[in-house]
């Protein structure tokens, strides 16, 4: 199974200030046919369920803040959230889907300073 | 609107059996990849399984593997878990989601509200 990693486990932003979560798998997740990253960021909310932010490791979904991006290839990947707001108060996973079982990171919970 | 209600969350005996339902609308159901996710009581995302647009593939968890089925009916827009032999460890809020393609290799676009499902003698 592909072990996927965050780091930190949790981080204090103030507001307006850049966040920044690193993700690292265990081996790549980049196919070589389609030279696609198989990496997606979701955000989730207290009581609320995920939301996707980021696909093929860098591509914004439709209606998601240009506030977020994703960057990274291979086996290293890192979301900012590059001026910090009050909504954005969540816990944040990648997840690989290039190998089945398609595996989640433990988390990385944002919250404001 | 994409829409997806899941159902059939209930209090089971260990090594009892239950049916998830996800009811979807809002889209073309029958062309696009449902996987099933979960989150055990304050712990974080667990994948459990997928299912190809058709239905023709479908892959799960190793934790899972043996004791659950996927399956989905395309003509009543429904995704399904069959849960059986439910240990302890099973209970959490269990969420369906839609791929972003007929491919089960995809990410998650929407998500429902999950259905819980606690198992306890």
């Known amino acids: 199974d592909i072990v996927m990693t965050q780091s930190p486990d949790s981080l204090a932003v103030s507001l307006g200030e850049r966040a920044t979560i690193n993700c690292k798998s265990s081996?790549?997740?980049?196919?070589?046919?389609?030279?696609?990253?198989?990496l997606a960021w979701y955000q989730q909310k207290p009581g609320q369920p995920p939301k996707l932010l980021i696909y093929?490791?860098?591509t914004r979904e439709s209606g998601v803040s240009d506030r977020f991006s994703g960057s990274g290839s291979g086996t290293d990947f890192t979301l900012t959230i590059s001026s910090l707001q009050a909504g954005d108060v969540a816990v944040y996973y990648c997840?690989?889907?290039?190998?089945?079982?398609?595996?989640f990171g433990p988390g990385t919970k944002v919250d404001i300073k | 609107e994409v829409q997806l209600v899941e159902s059939g969350g209930d209090l089971v005996q260990p090594a009892g059996s239950l049916r998830l339902s996800c009811a979807a609308s809002?889209?073309?159901?029958?062309?696009?990849?449902m996987t099933w996710v979960r989150q055990a009581p304050g712990k974080g995302l667990e994948w459990v399984s997928v299912?190809?647009?058709?239905?023709?593939?479908?892959y799960y968890a190793d934790s899972v593997k043996g004791r659950f089925n996927i399956s989905r009916d395309n003509s009543k827009n429904t995704l399904f878990l069959q849960m059986n032999s439910l240990r302890a460890e099973d209970t959490a809020v269990y969420y369906c989601?839609?791929?972003?393609?007929?491919?089960?290799?995809?990410?998650?676009?929407?998500w429902g509200q999950g259905t819980l499902v606690t198992v306890s003698s």
């Open positions: 997840q690989q889907y290039y190998l089945i079982p398609f595996t």
């Open positions: 093929w490791a860098s």
């Open positions: 081996q790549s997740v980049l196919y070589s046919s389609d030279n696609k990253n198989y």
């Open positions: 989601a839609k791929g972003t393609g007929r491919s089960c290799f995809s990410s998650s676009d929407h």
């Open positions: 299912i190809s647009d058709s239905g023709g593939s479908t």
């Open positions: 809002g889209f073309t159901f029958s062309t696009y990849a």
